[in-house]
């Protein structure tokens, strides 16, 4: 049987899937005829949150598809983070910390998709800011393996590194 029945809510004289249909379809191709189901009321604002707080449990979605999820969420009802946060029972900073990443460069993002970096990696990376610096870093860390530690330490040594070299004066008459 099912852990936990699918979740709906009513919409005229039908139904509409709220939550589960990962577990719905799972039913469906067992040849399931009925499965557990819990009516609940619920907008629209509240059905993007029961999505949202699914799709953070789930152990298959990767970094960016939950960052996306929030990103989503905070335009389409012009919340702010922390409203977010509190609404999910999240700490601020998760939602923040999953939203940053949104401004990796595709390579950097697609490392993440493929599981070749993880988010850890991908946070070390943000301080950088230069995103041919980022995409070499996390090309260096699938080449040579990486730890996050390791990760962090190194973008910090880069940014000391660039903020100790002298800048340059363009376009000076001499």
Avoid at 24 to 53: F, H, K, S
Avoid at 152 to 158: G, I, L, Y
Wanted: glycine share 8%.
């Amino acid at each position: 049987g099912l852990l936990q029945p699918v979740v709906v809510r009513t919409r005229g004289e039908r139904y509409e899937l709220v939550v589960g249909e990962r577990r719905l379809r799972a039913a469906t191709v067992a040849g399931w005829t009925t499965v557990p189901v819990q009516v609940v009321e619920a907008d629209d604002r509240q059905m993007a949150e029961l999505a949202i707080v699914e799709n953070v449990q789930r152990k298959d979605l990767n970094a960016l598809e939950k960052a996306a999820s929030f990103q989503r969420y905070l335009e389409q009802y012009g919340c702010t983070q922390e409203e977010l946060a509190g609404r999910l029972r999240l700490d601020r900073s998760t939602i923040a910390n999953l939203i940053r990443l949104l401004e990796l460069p595709g390579p950097v993002q697609d490392a993440i998709r493929r599981r070749k970096i993880t988010q850890g990696h991908a946070r070390a990376l943000l301080p950088l800011g230069d995103e041919r610096e980022q995409v070499a870093f996390a090309e260096r860390i699938q080449r040579e393996g990486m730890s996050v530690r390791q990760t962090e330490r190194e973008v910090q040594e880069t940014i000391e590194q660039a903020d100790a070299e002298p800048l340059g004066v363009i376009g000076r008459d001499g």
